[in-house]
């Protein structure tokens, strides 16, 4: 019997201080935008076995403790729970090819950290891999992208895509008329750290649905007399201020225009704000700088910059609120691949089982 190997591959989930929102249509169209994010060491990843032909199709959600067995990849039903990993099975895999794709991540769902977007870019990987294809990162994010978006008709843009397989600290811009530009921003070390060290992502436990969220906002966009054209505007501009903050190494400057970020995602639809973020903010109001809701909106993480000698306090303080809190370290790396030996016969059977099991 041919021997196969294990495809796996990783990319990190993403913090957006600055500009999120512009980069959708219509507004990244019409107007343009600007987004600045960052990559951190959290992951989604995903392996992929090449079975032995006719051994069918197997996709397993380790987080969702979900999976499908079909004959091919023709018989995938396209909807349900898995629908999301169906798309890029169905987009990404030869007809006559029988696999296992296992998917799991490091964030919950819902957090704001752009999950979803990472485990796309990561499946893309692994799945090229695999199949001896080779892209390089910036064409995996769009491809990854366009299946959420086209194949899918999820709503949203594509910066969780191109900070999973960039990795590093991003600026994304997007010119009127389309397009995406990505820069790397080469700050100093000092600013590095500063960023790590001084950072902190509060979870409060408040899942959001960015899907319903984007929807929404996309009908307010179009409402007269909405201010969520304002709010864009003015969160494509912070992000721009924010990049020269962090070039010049201006802290105060890049703290400023977080603030103001997160007060105008605030202000593109009340689905976006969260009213137990606000609390958190309140409550920690001597110990931060300034922060923002990620992702969104609506719940999930928030990012929060503390003042100087107080981020062990406000870590404590946060915890005592009931949030989980978790270090702030970024990856430089976006997207990695590599190749494992294959799982045994017995391992492709438990997973199909599980499938079985959960059929009845």
Known sequence: ???????????PVRVDPGGGGTDAPPFSVEHGGTVVNFA?????????????????????????????????????????????????VRRLVPGDESILLVTESDVPPGAGLGGSGALGVAVVAALDRVFGRARPAEEIAAIANEIERKDLGYPGGNQDSYAAALGGILMLEYPKGGGTVAHRLDVAEDVRLALEHNSLLVY????????????????????EGSSTVDAMIRLRESAKAMAASLARG???????????SCQNLYRLHPSCDSEAHRRYF??????????????AGGGGFLLVYTRPGRRREC??????????????TIDWEGVRGWFEPGLPGGDVDRYRAQVERRKL
């Open 1 to 11: 019997m041919q021997e196969f190997r294990r495809s796996r591959a990783r990319a």
């Open 40 to 88: 951190i060491e959290r992951h989604a990843s995903a392996s992929v076995d090449r079975l032995p032909q006719k051994s069918g199709v197997i996709i397993y959600s380790e987080d969702l403790g979900e999976g499908l067995s079909v004959s091919d990849v023709s018989a995938l039903p396209g909807r349900g729970r898995l629908e999301f990993l169906q798309a890029f």
């Open 204 to 223: 409060t436990s408040e899942a959001h649905v960015s899907g319903n969220i984007h929807r929404d906002i996309k009908d307010s966009y179009g409402r």
């Open 250 to 260: 201006n802290m105060d400057g890049y703290v400023e225009a977080m603030t103001e």
């Open 282 to 295: 309140r409550e920690l109001g001597g110990l931060i700088s300034g922060g923002k809701t990620c992702g």
């Open 315 to 328: 870590r404590l303080r946060a915890e005592q609120l009931g949030g989980l809190v978790w270090p702030v």
